[in-house]
């Protein structure tokens, strides 16, 4: 990313308590929010995971064990340069983002390509929580209670014909709204893609709300993919086209910077960055740093889908 030191840590971030009361906090608004969102069965689940702190959530990949970074740095610290390159800048600026009405234009190698409206995905797949580790290129990471669906329920609804091998995923461009689009720090819109395969792996989820919440405009309302074993780049926001493509698509950071950022970006302690090693991480809320672990801890279950690949030259 346009490289900047992470600010130093604020005090507010590593008391303890803190943490305990955010969780508590969490699952009381949890609890009484469900309805707003579909999100009827996910208060239940939600509840008894967060509160044994067992590995239930780890069926699907989940990181339930991990301390939950607090709301107010996953909703404060954010990547979202359609609204500034600071982190702070998408939580001040992102208010001028319109995500009613809002639809998803689907094209390319399919069998149901079309516009569908936000309402109607939203009623179509409920949302559950899944607690996932977002490990960001520039070394920090953050533990978020994520609510959504699985990519793969809606792309397959899609029906995608043979020729579909990859999928590329496009957000809004509309400088009017997205104020940082009028600067030319990155080729808007922002593009991402997956290989089919990694798109219909069930980790790789769509997401609408976080914390028992609907999602803040500035962690990529209304629609956002979440792919927690990649580079956070790769989990794109604020979502308008998705396009089925016979080819590997282009990505924003790659076009930007090909020889930094690649088209897979799985998370990976032994390729380092060109400027910096990927070895360790900070756990927002953390002074100390962690190991970073291979695919970002998801390794069991994706490792395979790289098996026969060199991660040194498919970075
Ligand atoms: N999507 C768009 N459209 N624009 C962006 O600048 N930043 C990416 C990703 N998705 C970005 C984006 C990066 S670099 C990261 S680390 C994550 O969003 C951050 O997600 P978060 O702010 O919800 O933590």
Not at 127 to 147: N, T
Not at 256 to 268: H, K, L, Q, R, S
Request: charged share 25%; with cysteine; hydrophobic share 35%.
């Amino acid at each position: 990313m346009l490289i900047r030191r992470p600010p130093d840590i604020r005090e507010s971030e590593v008391t303890d308590e803190r943490l305990y009361v955010n969780r508590r906090q969490f699952i009381g608004r949890a609890a009484s929010i469900g309805a707003g969102l579909g999100l009827v069965s996910a208060a239940p689940s939600l509840l008894s995971c967060a509160e044994r702190g067992d590995a239930a959530g780890d069926a699907s990949g989940a990181a339930a064990q991990d301390e939950l970074t607090p709301y107010e740095d996953v909703t404060g610290y954010n990547n979202f340069y359609e609204f500034g390159t600071g982190k702070e800048d998408p939580a001040r600026n992102a208010h001028t983002l319109q995500t009613r009405p809002w639809t998803v234009e689907v094209e390319g190698e399919c069998n149901k390509p079309g516009v569908y409206d936000i309402e109607d995905i939203l009623s179509r797949y409920p949302a559950e929580e899944r607690i996932y580790r977002l490990r960001c290129v520039e070394a920090w990471s953050m533990v978020i209670p994520w609510l959504g669906f699985p990519l793969s329920d809606f792309l397959n609804d899609l029906e995608p014909t043979s020729a579909a091998r990859f999928v590329e995923f496009t957000t809004l461009y509309d400088p009017e709204q997205m104020p940082g689009q009028r600067r030319n720090v990155l080729d808007w819109p922002y593009v991402e893609g997956l290989r089919m395969d990694e798109a219909m792996h069930p980790l790789a989820i769509f997401v609408v709300g976080l914390y028992g919440k609907e999602l803040p405009n500035q962690n990529g309302a209304p629609l956002r993919l979440v792919v927690p074993w990649k580079y956070g780049f790769k989990s794109i926001k604020s979502i308008v086209r998705i396009r089925f493509m016979r080819r590997q698509p282009m990505n924003t950071w790659a076009v930007t910077a090909p020889n930094e950022y690649g088209f897979y970006a799985n998370v990976n302690p032994e390729v380092d960055h060109p400027r910096w090693s990927q070895a360790r991480e900070r756990r927002i809320g953390e002074f100390r740093k962690r190991r970073t672990l291979m695919f970002n801890g998801y390794a069991e279950q994706v490792a395979h889908l790289y098996k026969d690949m060199d991660l040194r030259k498919y970075f």
